[in-house]
């Protein structure tokens, strides 16, 4: 037990030593492009924002691919981004799990194998904004980034999509069921959840149009990942359109309020 209490102490000193540093002035703009609300927050919110962007920039490794110019705007936009995410829910860290982010200048293509009906295999290739693995690193695309950044409010932001993801698998698979705090809270998604995911499905089946991004019907980690991208880039449409989808976010994210 004591070598772990040891690495967790040396974990928090290590974290204080870098929330001590001084956060550059030339830093805050890309923090509130990618975060409108942030001035809206509290101090002490955005104080813990600011930290956990620090956190997450000393502790995991960024790979920035081909000739994209401006590497620190790059790192902090996407940390930012990403750590919006956390501040109503300290309890699950700073995406623990998380080693590594890879930016690709422009959507990457990913080329799968699956077998046809006649047994033989046959490669399928995918164009991309963004992945997130199990285990693995947050996959992104640089221009789908500047794209989500430029147009707030849209219901569309990749670095949202993704690192909910990366939250949706905390606790294991990518299902659509991200670590919720109590056992009530599991028991209410289960069945909300679950039940609206049917509807959406239902709905984009039928042709009916709806607030929520198609994609999400794919699958319920999709359905999950497009559903925080709505809450986070206009809430007040999400609880209009899809009430009950907005309570579950709201019950999961517990964002702080903005004045």
């Known amino acids: 037990?004591?070598?772990?209490?040891?690495?967790?102490?040396?974990?928090?000193?290590?974290?204080?030593?870098?929330?001590?540093?001084?956060?550059?002035?030339?830093?805050?703009?890309?923090?509130?492009?990618?975060?409108?609300?942030?001035?809206?927050?509290?101090?002490?919110?955005?104080?813990?924002?600011?930290?956990?962007?620090?956190?997450?920039?000393?502790?995991?490794?960024?790979?920035?691919?081909?000739?994209?110019?401006?590497?620190?705007?790059?790192?902090?936009?996407?940390?930012?981004?990403?750590?919006?995410?956390l501040l109503g829910i300290p309890?699950?860290?700073?995406?623990?799990?998380?080693?590594?982010?890879?930016?690709?200048?422009?959507?990457?293509?990913?080329?799968?194998?699956?077998?046809?009906?006649d047994g033989r295999p046959y490669q399928i290739s995918q164009t991309r904004a963004g992945e997130a693995w199990l285990r693995g690193p947050v996959i992104l695309a640089w221009d789908s980034v500047a794209r989500s950044v430029a147009s707030p409010g849209d219901g569309y932001n990749v670095v949202i999509h993704e690192f909910?993801?990366?939250?949706?698998?905390?606790?294991?698979?990518?299902?659509?069921?991200?670590?919720?705090?109590?056992?009530?809270?599991?028991?209410?998604?289960?069945?909300?959840?679950?039940?609206?995911?049917?509807?959406?499905?239902?709905d984009q089946r039928a042709g009916r149009r709806t607030l929520l991004n198609p994609y999400g019907a794919t699958a319920p980690a999709e359905f999950f990942a497009v559903a925080s991208e709505h809450f986070f880039e206009h809430p007040e449409r999400l609880q209009r359109h899809h009430p009950r989808v907005f309570d579950l976010m709201r019950r999961f994210y517990r964002p702080p309020p903005t004045r």
């Open 1 to 85: 037990m004591k070598i772990f209490d040891f690495i967790f102490k040396r974990k928090q000193r290590r974290r204080a030593r870098v929330m001590a540093e001084p956060f550059p002035t030339e830093w805050r703009p890309w923090v509130v492009d990618a975060v409108p609300r942030f001035t809206h927050y509290k101090d002490s919110d955005r104080k813990t924002l600011v930290d956990a962007i620090k956190v997450f920039l000393a502790e995991k490794e960024f790979r920035i691919l081909g000739d994209l110019p401006e590497i620190d705007h790059i790192k902090v936009t996407v940390a930012a981004g990403a750590c919006q995410l």
């Open 164 to 202: 909910a993801h990366v939250l949706d698998m905390q606790n294991g698979a990518a299902d659509g069921i991200p670590p919720l705090a109590t056992k009530q809270d599991d028991e209410v998604w289960l069945k909300v959840f679950f039940e609206e995911f049917r509807m959406f499905v239902a």
């Open 91 to 117: 309890e699950l860290d700073i995406f623990p799990r998380l080693r590594e982010v890879i930016v690709y200048p422009h959507h990457f293509t990913e080329t799968t194998e699956a077998i046809g009906p």
